[in-house]
């Protein structure tokens, strides 16, 4: 049931590569009522519920409440998850049971790893603890090869060793007689969530003062970490990874070649969470801000649609990162190219959710609003600014001058194309590089899709659509 709950949210939802399904056909039941018998199924009593069935039956509850919006939820069940994997040392191959068949140790394999990482992503977004560390966890990779040659005897072929991630320092090296396994993808996805477990301490370390305890982690790890350093890292690995896993083509419909594609999509995503999360705690400057926001658009735009909805809900917080920076910036001291900068790229997310929103229900209007709110901000930027600036007293040398601006900035006015679809920048007399600085109104940002004030969460991607 639970496994039926999250195909039927994710189908709702577009995640439909192929025409052999049509999304209207599968809404009936809904997620709802899927969900509903999966949590009757439940014992109350949890130390009743024994064997890896219910453990990943609390995983999936956990994943599809995260599709269907229900974030408390997904807290509940990963919380039960947790709970079962402790009483079952599922941490811990020698601990697991002795007669279970490969096919078994591949799946549990999967599921500690897959809800590994929705450990770190929920610590990321809504902030909390990290429950199992990459350091506790003695629990091998799933092996890389292709399901049909696991059976409940063994393993048809030589596989390739479940413990040669990119990130494994071991120097044995075990040669597949195979063709290349889409495994070997969602296995350096689990690698960047792992950095992105490191990240997150050292992001968290650096207010960790706050709460009046002696600093102790610098004892054992007293190198500092920068986006420039980790990347150049991580993108070493990632570019010897297969072209398989660096390239995009659009969907087939052919589930094997399409599993390629998807996790080639998810690596991407994750690359781009791991880049937003180092720079939440740098401070960079706003052409920087644009920067990293224009490249992190443009890496989502250039996916096809198809593996975008199947990566589905948790790309709406990944959106909301970058509309976390872009606020970041308006909500600033700004000068008219730098507006006409953060507007492209809020238009371009338009575009990008635009895309998603004929499956993604949870971003349904999302960019209808976004528009919204940029013509406002046009709308001021025609009309109050242009008056404010004609409007004020000149100063003794006849210049027009905006009364937000401090006496040593001031220039020559800006002029707007009013034709235009936004406002249009011309160019000033003796401006010398130097640009008009102005603040928007705070009541132009009291709806921003995206909470401008971060300061007090523990979380970084706050989603818009909650």
Known sequence: MAVCC??????????LYTTRWRREELLEPPSDAFYAAAKDSLPRDLAAAKGMN????????????????????????????????????????????????????????RLFW??????????????????????????RYPTEVDDH??????YTMQPVSPGSSTMSQSPVSVVSRQPLCWIQGWNFTTDLYRILEHVVDGTRRKFSSANGTQEVWSLFSPASMSEPAVMERVLSMYSALPSQFR?????????????????????QATLQLLRMVLLSAEEIGVDRKCDVAGELLSVFSKVPVEYLKAISSPLLHHLGGIGYILGSVMEGS???????RVRTLLLEMAD??????????????????????????????????????????????????????????VLQPPTYAHSAPGPTVGTAAGMNDQMLQFQLPPELLNDWPWPLDNSHSEGFLPLAFE
């Open 334 to 340: 700004l000068s008219d190219a730098s507006y006409l």
């Open 114 to 139: 897959s809800i590994y990482t929705l450990d770190i992503y929920s610590t990321i977004v809504w902030g909390g603890v990290i429950r199992y560390r990459e350091a506790h966890s003695l629990v």
């Open 352 to 409: 990008l959710l635009h895309r998603l929103e004929c499956g993604l229900y949870r971003a349904a209007g999302a960019s209808e609003r976004l528009r919204s709110q940029v013509d406002r901000i046009d709308g001021y930027m025609r009309t109050s600014r242009l008056l404010n600036v004609s409007t004020a007293p000149p100063p003794p040398n006849g210049n027009a001058m905006n009364m937000n601006v401090k006496p040593e900035h």
């Open 247 to 267: 390239e995009t083509p659009p969907t087939t419909g052919d589930t094997m070649r399409d599993l390629f594609g998807f996790q080639s999509a998810n690596i």
């Open 149 to 154: 040659y696991i059976t409940a005897q063994g």
């Open 6 to 15: 999250l195909a039927s949210g994710r189908a709702r939802d577009g995640a």
């Open 54 to 109: 219910y453990m990943r039956a609390c995983a999936i509850l956990a994943i599809a409440s995260l599709q269907n919006g229900q974030i408390k939820n997904m807290q509940k069940y990963s919380g039960m998850y947790h709970t079962l994997t402790t009483m079952e040392g599922f941490h811990d191959e020698k601990l697991w049971p002795k007669d279970i068949s490969p096919i078994e140790v591949e799946e549990r394999r």
